[in-house]
């Protein structure tokens, strides 16, 4: 199984709302990572947990908050997001660091209203 | 903190047409990676180089990375229109540090 899942694929919330997003692999890779892509710009990193513990943390506002429960499983709690935190959302996973490929899932299309 | 800069930032191209697209770093690379993306969909990993002057090929895109190991060149030959989206290079690194990404080139295929 070479494959990241996503869920869910599409979300809109309000801004007081608090939703969570998910990801998860089977491949046995001990680093996984958010990004946040705005339309026509390239990802940029969010977050790095390297063997279940967060290692990076790229000043990233506090309305978004990871949680890693397990090896296989990274999830993105989304709590008073505004208008400008619509994005798509980006989870990858790799063997271990930032020297190996990371294999990307579908995303989870967010919109804020 | 290295930088990544793509040419061309977009391209149009009749199907059956060779291109190039480029990738260069303002730092020697460690590991350059190329992927490609559909609209709204995640990155496909393409390629990955990590060898001065290593040279990779798969199906009809080669990806090439100069001897210097500051610029990396993707190549596609007798483009398809399933060839067309974004092409995003991205440099590897012995650490974490700042996964850095080309800001991309769109590619479009015309039939």
């Known amino acids: 199984d070479t494959e990241v899942t ?10 007081t709302n608090k939703k ?11 680093a996984m990572y958010w990004y946040k892509q705005k339309a026509k710009k390239p990802p940029e990193l969010m977050f790095v947990y390297s063997y279940e ?4 943390n790229e000043s990233v506002p506090s309305r978004f908050s990871p949680e890693c429960p397990n090896s296989s499983l990274l999830n993105l709690h989304l709590h008073a997001l505004q208008p400008e935190d ?20 579908p995303g989870t299309r967010l919109t804020v209203t | 903190s290295q930088e990544l800069e793509q040419s061309p930032q977009s391209l149009i191209v009749q ?18 990676y190329w992927y490609k993306q559909k609209y709204g969909e995640g990155l496909i990993f393409l390629m ?3 060898k001065g002057g290593e ?21 596609i ?26 800001q991309g080139t769109i590619l479009t295929v015309h039939p």
């Open chain 2, 48 to 50: 990955m180089l990590q």
């Open chain 1, 20 to 30: 969570s997003l998910k990801c998860e692999q089977h491949m046995g890779h001990r």
């Open chain 1, 53 to 56: 513990k967060l290692s990076i």
């Open chain 1, 6 to 15: 996503q869920t869910p694929k599409h979300l809109v919330m309000g801004m």
């Open chain 2, 77 to 102: 030959t007798a483009s398809q229109p399933s060839h067309a989206g974004i092409y995003l290079c991205r440099a590897g690194g012995t650490s974490y540090g700042k996964l850095t990404f080309g």
């Open chain 2, 55 to 75: 040279e990779k090929s798969h199906e009809k895109i080669t990806a090439k990375l100069d001897e210097k190991k500051q610029q990396s060149s993707l190549h």
């Open chain 2, 15 to 32: 199907e059956g047409k060779n291109l190039t697209i480029n990738c260069t770093s303002s730092k020697t690379l460690y590991g350059l």
């Open chain 1, 86 to 105: 619509s994005a798509l959302y980006l989870c990858a996973s790799s063997p271990q660091g930032s020297s190996y490929e990371q294999y990307f899932g």
